[in-house]
């Protein structure tokens, strides 16, 4: 089994400004079925996805968060910092770099270089 996909609420007029975040990690954005395009945005990176739920009062946990595995973690800080979204380096637990970051909605995304065991 593996992991396929994520939702995450968020304010229909923030997701343009979400798909752009997800894609500064590599993420494009893909069609969801007929029937979800009017509450929902999708983006995929390879098979995992995240799914941009619509809600007009997201619940954004405080310290809930995705993880994104960014092999050029260094490139992909520099994109995310260009763009204003600086992420936050944190202590490396496996020997690997890792850091935090908020997207435009609030969403805690965690970016490591390698996952741990990996």
Same mark, same amino acid.
């Given at each position: 089994?593996?992991? !396929? ?5 968020? #304010?229909? +007029?923030?997701? @343009? ?7 500064? $990690?590599?993420? =494009? ?5 007929? +029937? $979800?395009?009017? #509450? ?10 995240? !799914? $941009?739920?619509?809600? +007009? ?14 092999? =050029?973690? =260094?490139?992909?800080?520099? #994109? $995310?910092? +260009?763009? @204003? ?9 496996? @020997? ?5 970051? #908020?997207?435009?909605? @609030? ?5 490591? !270089? ?5």
């Amino acid at each position: 089994m593996s992991l !396929h996909h994520v939702a995450l609420e968020v #304010r229909e +007029a923030d997701a @343009g400004e979400e798909v752009t975040f997800w894609a500064l $990690l590599g993420f =494009a954005e893909v069609e969801p079925p007929e +029937a $979800l395009r009017d #509450r929902s945005r999708w983006v995929q990176r390879g098979a995992t996805q995240v !799914h $941009l739920l619509f809600s +007009a009062d997201p619940v954004i946990p405080p310290s809930g968060h995705v993880a994104v595995v960014a092999e =050029a973690f =260094a490139e992909v800080g520099a #994109r $995310l910092a +260009a763009a @204003g979204r600086i992420p936050e380096l944190r202590t490396e637990h496996w @020997g690997a770099p890792r850091a935090f970051v #908020r997207s435009p909605a @609030g969403h805690r995304v965690e970016l490591m !270089h390698t996952p741990p065991g990996g």
